[in-house]
């Protein structure tokens, strides 16, 4: 494993597929990304006002998780 790293936007379409194959093991879990997680497109750009996002690699270029953080207002 490599140290944890900032996200970038680029990183959105490898998140998409971790996140699908999690949703996978539950039966009738079904991933819609463009309903359910439109942010993953910019998805550092969703982050950077009230939070943070990183990921950590498997090896270079290969994403193994991620964790994210964001402030809500009321």
Not at 5 to 22: E, F, K, S, W
Not at 26 to 35: E, M, S
Not at 51 to 61: D, P, Q, S
Request: overall charge negative; aromatic content about 10%.
């Amino acid at each position: 494993m490599l140290p944890p790293r900032p996200v970038t936007n680029q990183d959105g379409d490898q998140l998409a597929q971790l996140i699908a194959t999690v949703f996978a093991e539950y039966r009738g879990c079904v991933f819609d990304r463009a309903a359910e997680f439109p942010e993953l497109s910019a998805i550092a750009d969703d982050f950077a006002p009230n939070g943070a996002i990183w990921v950590v690699e498997k090896e270079a270029g290969v994403i193994a998780g991620c964790l994210g953080i964001k402030a809500f207002f009321l």
